[in-house]
């Protein structure tokens, strides 16, 4: 019995009491050393999340939907209508200045005029009569980010308090929940409030499963792991142009949502929980636990585990709070993280809730940026293990404000295809690029004992940039010209690209586990020139 015991202990990849014994990073490094399908396929399934997270994020662009035109159908507004017909524009429902509908009151969609939609798709800004209302309309999107702001924060202590596991688990039935419910929405109030705790919802449970991959990973293989999360989002891209496309009602869209949704969040019912979590949290036993189910999963034998514990795990909010003033190293960093967040963040979303102005087919325009988007994240892989971190940051963001200054050219190249929104679509890829390495490289620059603060910081000022973004091409391109947005773009990833350049290299070191370890790597890794 004994004997097969330990046979038994073998097969499930306990420790080898007989083995030398070694880190946490030691027995991450010797579980990914083998490459069994069991092992890859739960490792990359984790990411499947980031599959469902652009339907949840952009079905606006779809839902609310504009309409083309309108028509009277009522008497006083055919009379009207008929009256000003010399203008140089038709009577518009929503321009009663100049005192020409003051002879018969304020017009009410629906019982003087109607919408002409540009599809046979529903719009909730025609249902809801937000046509002559834009900014409410961009708000149901940027809301969402609003959302994601606070679920990261809440994020900031619950990664870290209750574990990255449960925490994802939490905002995937947020999100589920609140899109079963959209189905039955009928009120402007009720709709943000929903898109609201879908945001928080949805970066929630994202950055959680994130945040587990990296640390259940050797560096060699996070650069992998980060660019299939990253094509699965722009594969996702296509997955909401096909909803939108099949799924008429935007009502019902809410319905395929939850549905979709509920089938990515399926890997979180089997995925680990992080052992550096366990350890944060000085629970050795089950960090232990949770290494040889990996083990298991890869075939592999792990020997005896020392003794990994570390001073001090400042898993106290507030106390995390005081180390970034009490180290000035962490602080900079962080600070430094946190712009090429909020640009990315700000820049991402700004083309990708735009394509409708710079592009005049939607669909063309998210189908056209998935293509880019695929094609930067595939690429980025190979550039990173090649050029490191931080100098392919540097060149991403200099291509990205090369591109993005060009598109000020609106030269018509054919039909409406013009110079700029050529240049916009290389400016996504570059940004698409960034976007990726911002989330691998912060995920390796923030200590073990602040991982959950400093990637919820960073995500929640990117999310404030996002906030910003949808208004870039539509809002604020209306109000101060189409150059203003490419312009900030522009100039902000120049900033960027100095802001890159003054961070480390992550790729030939260790995880930091500590404040003080990132002063020591900073002191030995970074060099200036």
Known sequence: MPGNNKVAAMEMGEMDQEGSGGTLDDMIDRIASNRRPLFIFVVLSMMAWW???P?????????GEMPSSWKCVSKECQTLQTEWKADTEELFPCADTAGRIDRFGRWESGADYVWIPKSNRSSFAIDLDLVCQPFQVDLVSSIFFIGALTGLLVGSVTYDQFGRKRSAWFGSILVVTTSLIGMFCKNYIFLL????????GAFLAGTGMYIISVEILPAQYRNLVNGWAMNLWAVGNSILALAAYL?????DLFLT????????????IYAPESP???MLQGDQDSAEEVLKKLAHYNGVTLPKMGDLQRGDSSSNLLTQLRDLVKHPTLLLETLGQMYLWFFVGMAYYAFNFGWGSIIPDPYLGYITAMIGEITAYTLFIPVVSRLGRRFSMVTMFILAAIAVFTALCQTTVSGDW???????????????????????WSSELAPS???????????????????FGPMMFNALAKAAGPSVPIIIIGTMSCIAAVVSWLLVETSTTAIAESPADIATRRAKNWKMF
């Open 193 to 200: 409030a929903i898109r609201f705790i879908q945001g928080l």
């Open 247 to 251: 799924v008429q009602d935007w009502n």
């Open 449 to 467: 004992s602040h991982r959950g603060l400093v990637f919820s910081l960073c995500s929640v000022i990117s999310r404030v940039g996002g906030f």
């Open 257 to 268: 949502m939850a549905i979709f949704m509920a089938v990515v969040a399926i890997p979180q």
């Open 276 to 278: 550096r979590y366990h």
């Open 418 to 440: 013009t110079v700029g929104s050529i240049s916009c679509l290389l400016g996504i890829v570059f940004v698409s690029a960034a976007f990726s390495g911002v989330y691998l």
């Open 51 to 53: 599959l469902g997270n």
């Open 55 to 63: 339907m949840i994020i952009y079905s606006p662009s779809f839902s």
